[in-house]
């Protein structure tokens, strides 16, 4: 819990809880593959093939793939994997909301960030702009030149990052009051985030900080 009293969900955590379910894997049978691979190096569980790409002081990053390809890659604390052996009470309420509300956020209708999951498509809320990341360069994979910059958004259930492109990126700043619709979440670096799609994604501030 928060100094608020908002529980703030462990986002690794999700991230395993995630992968076990889209695979038809039991929490613990994730856990004790995870705890092999950091044994043995890689490990086969179920159709996924973990492997082991460095090692932290008290994280790890492993790799996920499936049949030779690469599902991603994550960086993962010890103690977020070490509660998938007994899942603590709040996230199994947390994940019966979630299932609960799986096909009212799939419909494209408002949600909140605490109820995201990664693979939502369609869903539109209000939020905060908490902080904002300084401009980069990158590179599309048809070598066009663009600028990208990350905002996090928060509402009284969570917070999340937004990648937020090109010409709307001093559209927006840290303070404002902002309307998200059409977002999809998504899986960068082990973490989700939102994506807005280029044709129906649209990014609306609401109250200027």
Request: glycine content about 10%; overall charge positive.
């Amino acid at each position: 819990m928060t100094g608020r009293g908002i529980w703030s969900p462990d986002r690794d955590l999700l991230y395993l809880l995630g992968m076990a379910k889209k695979h038809h894997l039991t929490p613990e049978a994730l856990h004790d593959s995870l705890l092999a691979a950091r044994q043995h190096g890689s490990v086969q569980c179920g159709e996924l093939e973990i492997k082991i790409r460095d090692r932290g002081k008290q994280s790890l990053v492993y790799l996920f793939s499936l049949n030779g390809a690469t599902l991603g890659q994550a960086n993962l604390q010890d103690d977020s994997v070490g509660k998938l052996r007994r899942l603590p009470q709040e996230y199994v309420s947390f994940l019966e909301t979630k299932e609960k509300r799986r096909d009212w956020n799939r419909s494209g209708m408002a949600s909140q960030i605490g109820d995201l999951q990664l693979g939502f498509r369609g869903v539109s809320f209000k939020a905060r702009v908490v902080k904002k990341s300084p401009t980069r360069a990158v590179t599309s994979r048809d070598g066009i030149p663009l600028l990208v910059c990350d905002v996090t958004l928060s509402d009284a259930t969570g917070e999340i990052p937004l990648a937020v492109w090109n010409n709307q990126i001093g559209t927006v700043e840290e303070g404002d009051m902002v309307q998200v619709e059409n977002a999809r979440v998504r899986s960068y670096r082990g973490s989700i985030q939102l994506s807005l799609g280029k044709r129906m994604g649209i990014l609306t501030v609401l109250k200027a900080a």
